[in-house]
DNA sequence: AGATGATCAGTAATCGTTCCTGTTCGCGAG
DNA sequence: CTCGCGAACAGGAACGATTACTGATCATCT
C-alpha cells in the first residue's frame, strides 16, 4: 500500500468522522495482502493471525464502513459470499461458477457505460457493478 | 406472455430434460403478472394465492431450474434478496438503496460490453449482469 | 395397471450477516 | 494528567434467505 493510498484514506476517515482503528487498518491491510477477492470470513482469518481477539462481527462492520467511504468496494454474486477489495478504480471481475475463482479481466473499460446510466435515469447514481461469471479454462476444459 | 414465448419455453423444457410442471408454470405466471422484479418470497406469495398448498422450497427449486434454463435472470442486490424477472433480452435496472424499488432505466444497451468482455478473457462467460444501485427521486428529495 | 424416476410439500438445518450487551478505547475538556 | 463521554469492540445470540432432507405424489413409459 503506497504512501499516496494511506494518505488518502487518512483523509476520507477525517472527512466522514469515523475513526481510523487498529481494526479497521488490519482490515486494509488484511485485503492489501490477499490478492484475491476475499470475502468477509476470509479478511476475519487473516487479521485474526496478527490479533486473535478480533470478532467477525467487527470485521464485517469495519467493511461496511470502508465501503461506505469509498476505499474498498463491496461485489455480491450468486452462489457465494460477498466480496471486497481495494477500491482502485473501475475494473471487471469475473467469477468461475464451478470452482470459484475469481480473477480479473483485463482492457475492458466501462466509464461510458456509467455515464450513459446517469444520463438515462432520475436516479443519483451511487453504484454501477458489473457482475461476469462463467467458467474459467480448467473447470470448462472438464466439462 | 405470448404464444411465441410459451413455445420458446417449451422447447427449452423439452431440451433441459426438465418438465414443465404446474408449479414451474404457476412461477412463471406470477413472474409475469407481477410488475416489479419480485423476489422469491413474493412469487411463493403470489402462487400461494392460486394453489395453497405449494411450499417455499418448489419456489425456490422452480426458479432455479428456469434460471438455469434461462427463461428468467436472477440479480443480486446489496441489503436485498435476490429479485428475479423474465429474460427479455439484457437490460439495466437500477435499485433505491433507501426505499428498495426497482425500476428499469431504459435506452442502455451494453451487448458490446458483453462481446468485449468474452474477448478480453480466456473464461466461458454465461453471466454479464450489471448491477446499479442508488437514490431514487423521491428518496433523494428528502436527503 | 405397475414400475421408476422426477418433483413436491413440509420442515429442519445451514450459512452469511446483523444485532445486542456489557466492556474497552480514544479523545477532548477541564 | 485524568475524568467523562461517545465511538468502537468482543463475544455471542438472533435473524433472514436459502438449501437440504424425508417421505408422499406425480408423470410417463412399458
Redesign the pocket.
Known amino acids: 500500500m503506497g504512501a499516496t493510498l494511506e494518505r488518502d484514506i487518512r483523509e476520507r476517515f477525517r472527512r466522514s468522522?469515523?475513526?481510523?482503528?487498529?481494526?479497521?487498518k488490519a482490515v486494509l491491510e488484511a485485503l492489501g495482502e490477499s490478492r484475491g477477492h476475499p470475502?468477509?470470513?476470509d479478511v476475519y482469518l487473516l487479521v485474526k493471525q496478527k490479533?486473535?481477539?478480533?470478532?467477525?462481527?467487527?470485521?464485517?462492520?469495519?467493511?461496511?464502513?470502508l465501503e461506505e467511504i469509498g476505499v474498498i468496494e463491496?461485489k455480491?454474486w450468486?452462489?457465494?459470499?460477498?466480496?471486497y477489495d481495494l477500491n482502485v478504480g473501475p475494473h471487471l471481475d469475473i467469477r468461475c461458477l464451478r470452482c470459484g475463482e475469481v480473477s480479473e479481466v483485463p482492457g475492458v473499460h466501462f466509464e461510458n457505460l456509467e455515464d450513459s446510466i446517469r444520463a438515462a435515469t432520475p436516479y443519483e447514481v451511487t453504484r454501477a457493478t458489473v457482475v461476469v461469471e462463467g467458467l474459467c479454462p480448467a473447470c470448462h476444459a472438464e466439462g
Open positions: 468522522g469515523y475513526t481510523l482503528t487498529s481494526q479497521r470475502s468477509a470470513e490479533n486473535p481477539r478480533v470478532a467477525l462481527g467487527t470485521v464485517y462492520q469495519a467493511l461496511g464502513v463491496a455480491h450468486s452462489e457465494s459470499p460477498t466480496r
